[in-house]
């Protein structure tokens, strides 16, 4: 049997961990996958995370199941975080999964399960296991106009030009905040022409939740969630806790599932209860008690919400710092858009070639697309980092 198997290619940025591990050279910069570290380069556990971790192992007195839901505590945490007021429990349907890619991953099957033949519309470009996940479902998946390389910025009128092709019953994936992998999000006035056309042509919003308090803040960065879970009637919107609690390792995600009509919730939470039980039984839980706990308690959630405004605000002065070199060192303003992305990462418009280039000559590792990961940097890697953008013609 195994030896049917079809070779699978290699997963692009776990590709480039394994050359930038072999790399012997000191001055190497990692600007390629997507975890935040600090000033020291280190990915550190937050302060309330290692603070309810030590209250867990005190007070934990059994490791039995939770439910197929997933802990009811942790869902209704996830709910207030995302949605805040504006959306009624009785109107969200939730599991907790593990991590925001089995949150994805159980959003696909939902969708396939309710609508077999339904296209995804995804930005493009997108997060590349976005497509991984569709293609291995057999779910087709057309891209839209979404990020206008000589602007930097989010290409509106393409988009919705796009996106007149949706039939009732498409979905159409967005990324809440902070897209990945392009830093370039909808301004507002983009967001309420979003929900017009998906209305319009009765499409179902899925959107991807990964960067919560990493753009503007906390509110700001779920605005655009909660503008659509209000304003369509169906959504689906699959969160992680990877990046804004910092518990990578501990695969903790949510998938929930927002409606108008609230008769239709136990039909929702069935289906979604039924998709756990399916893939994984219970889910995972270490993690999901940790945020609840953060969330839960006044003293943990100040802390947590201090560190994590302190993580964007040093992206934000990164981003500064970088656009302010490049700028003295080119003469020009061309990179004053690394100023309006916001997040982790941005696409610097390097070629397949330049990306060669920058990791061949000058040991500075970022995804064959351009992204970096604007948290992987450091103070002290800009100077070489801005030389080297311009050494390879950007």
């Known amino acids: 049997m195994l030896h049917l198997l079809a070779p699978q290619t290699a997963d692009g940025i776990l590709k ?7 790399d012997s050279r000191a001055h190497k910069i990692d600007l390629g996958v997507g975890v935040y570290k600090d000033e020291g380069g280190a990915t550190p556990i937050m302060r309330s995370i290692k603070a309810a971790e030590q209250r867990l192992w005190q007070a934990e007195d059994t490791k039995t199941y939770t439910s197929l839901p997933g802990d009811p505590a942790y869902l209704d945490a996830m709910r207030r975080l995302i949605l805040g007021s ?28 309710a609508r077999p033949g339904a296209r995804v519309f995804v930005t493009d470009s997108t997060w590349t296991n976005h ?112 990046k804004n609690f910092g518990i990578y390792r501990e695969r903790t995600g949510i998938l929930m599932a927002i409606m108008q009509d609230a008769g239709l ?54 981003r500064t710092d970088l656009a302010q070199a490049l700028a003295e060192a080119s003469g020009s303003d061309r990179f004053a858009y690394l100023t309006h992305h916001r997040g982790m990462f941005s696409r610097i418009g390097a070629s397949p070639g330049q990306v060669d280039r920058l990791r061949d000559e000058h040991a500075i590792y970022m995804v064959g697309d351009g992204r970096i990961n604007i948290a992987g940097l450091n103070a002290r890697d800009i100077p070489a980092l801005t030389r080297a953008m311009l050494d390879v013609g950007l």
Not at 96 to 107: C, D, E, F, L, S
Not at 187 to 193: I, K, L, Q, S
Not at 217 to 240: E, F, K, N, P, Y
Request: proline share 5%.
């Open 86 to 113: 504006d959306v009624a429990e009785s109107r969200v349907a939730a599991i907790a999964t593990p991590g925001g890619t089995g949150a994805v991953r159980q959003g696909f099957e939902l969708l396939q399960m």
């Open 265 to 318: 919730r136990a039909q929702a939470q069935g289906a979604l209860t039924h998709l756990n039980r399916q893939s994984y039984s219970f889910p995972p839980d270490h993690g999901a008690r940790l945020v609840t706990m953060v969330l839960d308690d006044p003293a943990l959630r100040a802390d947590w919400q201090a560190e994590l405004e302190g993580m964007r605000a040093r992206m934000m002065s990164l």
């Open 16 to 22: 480039l961990k394994e050359q930038l591990a072999g």
């Open 131 to 242: 497509l991984s996940i569709l293609a291995h479902l057999g779910i087709e998946a057309v891209p839209f106009r979404y990020y206008d390389p000589a602007t930097h910025a989010v290409d509106t009128d393409g988009m919705l030009a796009d996106l007149a092709q949706l039939e009732a019953g498409d979905a159409v994936l967005l990324h809440g905040c902070c897209h990945n992998p392009t830093g370039a999000d909808p301004d507002p006035e983009g967001w309420r022409a979003l929900i017009e056309v998906m209305n319009a042509r009765g499409a179902v919003p899925v959107i991807d939740l990964a960067y919560q308090g990493f753009g503007d803040g906390i509110d700001a960065d779920a605005a655009a969630t909660r503008a659509i879970a209000d304003g369509c009637a169906q959504v689906l919107i699959a969160a992680s806790c990877s």
